[in-house]
T-cell receptor
Framework: QKEVEQNSGPLSVPEGAIASLNCTYSDRGSQSFFWYRQYSGKSPELIMFIYSNGDKEDGRFTAQLNKASQYVSLLIRDSQPSDSATYLCAVNLYSGGGADGLTFGKGTHLIIQP | KAGVTQTPRYLIKTRGQQVTLSCSPISGHRSVSWYQQTPGQGLQFLFEYFSETQRNKGNFPGRFSGRQFSNSRSEMNVSTLELGDSALYLC????????????FGPGTRLLVL
């Protein structure tokens, strides 16, 4: 049984600070990792994906992957009130596509305080 | 380009009934995945279709089924509804079965009484 664990929060961060969201996964064979943002009452929206160990940056977002420790994190720099949402971590056994569906964590509720 | 559309958006059913939900993917997308989202279990993968073939299936009972048509539109069916089936059902489409380009629809909120 694959598991993806996230702290449910809420995680409260002051505006302009760095928000750090963490996720651990149980299946050591997992190959691809995704971060989704979900606003209340809306559907998930893909923010970033990462395959290789290390950091991947996209604007204010940085995804970090450590396969040896089986964790993936998302950093949001210069946090804005519009970043307030639930962030879902998802893991896939295969890179990109492949005969597997995504396993999601239950999400971390992030609140950016003005 | 229009996004993923799902119909109906809201649905109320009673236990024992069956329900069919529909998903129209983004034009040109051939892969459709279905997910169930509940407050307790979070977002869970149901199944994925590509070129009218089910590629893989999540850990759900056989009451949950789906299909995909030649125009890539997909339907999912839940038979003999249970109270626990109350959830938001999300459909996501992508060009191919690659999760990097997966876009979610607005969902169908199902309430089973």
């Amino acid at each position: 049984q694959k598991e993806v664990e996230q702290n449910s929060g809420p995680l409260s961060v002051p505006e302009g600070a760095i928000a750090s969201l963490n996720c651990t996964y149980s299946d050591r064979g997992s190959q691809s990792f995704f971060w989704y943002r979900q606003y209340s009452g809306k559907s998930p929206e893909l923010i970033m994906f990462i395959y290789s160990n290390g950091d991947k940056e996209d604007g204010r977002f940085t995804a970090q992957l450590n396969k040896a420790s089986q964790y993936v994190s998302l950093l949001i720099r210069d946090s804005q009130p519009s970043d307030s949402a639930t962030y879902l971590c998802a893991v896939n056994l295969y890179s990109g596509g492949g005969a597997d569906g995504l396993t999601f964590g239950k999400g971390t509720h992030l609140i950016i305080q003005p | 380009k229009a996004g993923v559309t799902q119909t109906p958006r809201y649905l109320i059913k009673t236990r024992g009934q069956q329900v069919t939900l529909s998903c129209s993917p983004i034009s040109g997308h051939r892969s459709v995945s279905w997910y169930q989202q509940t407050p307790g279990q979070g977002l869970q993968f149901l199944f994925e279709y590509f070129s009218e073939t089910q590629r893989n299936k999540g850990n759900f009972p056989g009451r949950f089924s789906g299909r995909q048509f030649s125009n890539s539109r997909s339907e999912m069916n839940v038979s003999t509804l249970e109270l626990g089936d109350s959830a938001l059902y999300l459909c996501a489409s992508s060009l191919f079965p690659d999760k990097e380009t997966q876009y979610f629809g607005p969902g169908t909120r199902l309430l089973v009484l």
